[in-house]
C-alpha cells in the first residue's frame, strides 16, 4: 500500500490567496483526520471525518478554513483566504476505525508557507 | 475526556544510555494507548501501541512502553540510545467511545549526544 498521499508536499502563497491541500487515505480506511502542527502550538487536530461525513470540526480555526470529503478516497482542505498566521506544517491521517483499535497513519505532510 | 501528559519537552541522552520518555494518561475507559515518532520533516510514525493485552509491549527500533494502570502510565523506554533515535515522539490515548479521534501529548523532543 502507498500510505496516505498528500499534495502537494510544498506550497509558497501569498495571504489573501485560496490554498487547497489534498489527501488521499489508505484504502478501505473510513476516518480520516486533518491536523495542523506548529512550533508554537503542537499538533492540533482540525477536523475528522468518519465514513465521508465530518463528524468533529470544532478544532477548525475559523470560517476561513473549510474541509470536504466527496468520497471515501479523497479529502481537501481549503484556506480562503489565506493568512501568514496559517503557515504551518498540515498533517492528513486514515485509521480503519472498528476494523482496528483506533490508531492512525499519517501522510507525509503539506508545508504551507503564506506570505 | 481523555487527555495525555508527556513530562519534559527536551529529552537529551548520550548514545548508548537509557532513553525514557514519559506519558501520563487520563481515561474514563480503559484505554488504548500509543507513541508515534516523527522525524525531521516526516510525518508521524507509529512506534507501538497497547490494546489491553500484555502490559509491556514492544515495538520497533527496539523501543517498548508498559502500561501501569495504578500509575496511569505508559512510558517509553529503549536500553541504549542510537544517534538515530533523534526525533519528536508523542503519546495518544483513544479513541473514546463514540469518536475516532486521538487525544495527543504535546511531544517530547529526543536529542543523542555523541
Known amino acids: 500500500d502507498a500510505g496516505v498521499i498528500q499534495s502537494p508536499r510544498h506550497e509558497v502563497t501569498e495571504m489573501g490567496q485560496e490554498v487547497t491541500l489534498r489527501c488521499k487515505p489508505i484504502s478501505g480506511h473510513n476516518s480520516l483526520f486533518w491536523y495542523r502542527q506548529t512550533m508554537m502550538r503542537g499538533l492540533e487536530l482540525l477536523i475528522y471525518?468518519?465514513?465521508?461525513?465530518?463528524?468533529?470540526d470544532s478544532g477548525m480555526p475559523e470560517d476561513r478554513f473549510s474541509a470536504k470529503m466527496p468520497n471515501a478516497s479523497f479529502s481537501t482542505l481549503k484556506i480562503q483566504p489565506s493568512e501568514p498566521r496559517d503557515s504551518a506544517v498540515y498533517f492528513c491521517a486514515s485509521s480503519p476505525g472498528l476494523a482496528g483499535v483506533g490508531e492512525q497513519f499519517f501522510g507525509p505532510g503539506t508545508r504551507l508557507t503564506v506570505l | 475526556a481523555q487527555s495525555v501528559t508527556q513530562l519534559g519537552s527536551h529529552v537529551s541522552v548520550s548514545e548508548g544510555a537509557l532513553v525514557l520518555l514519559r506519558c501520563n494518561y487520563s481515561?474514563?475507559?480503559?484505554?488504548?494507548l500509543f507513541w508515534y515518532v516523527q522525524y525531521p520533516n516526516q510525518g508521524l510514525q507509529l512506534l507501538l501501541k497497547y490494546t489491553s493485552a500484555a502490559t509491556l509491549v514492544k515495538g520497533i527500533n527496539g523501543f517498548e512502553a508498559e502500561f501501569k494502570k495504578s500509575e496511569t502510565s505508559f512510558h517509553l523506554t529503549k536500553p541504549s540510545a542510537h544517534m538515530s533515535d533523534a526525533a519528536e515522539y508523542f503519546c495518544a490515548v483513544g479513541p473514546e467511545a463514540g469518536r475516532r479521534a486521538l487525544t495527543f501529548g504535546s511531544g517530547t523532543r529526543l536529542q543523542v549526544q555523541p
Open positions: 471525518f468518519n465514513n465521508n461525513v465530518p463528524i468533529d
Open positions: 481515561s474514563s475507559v480503559p484505554p488504548y
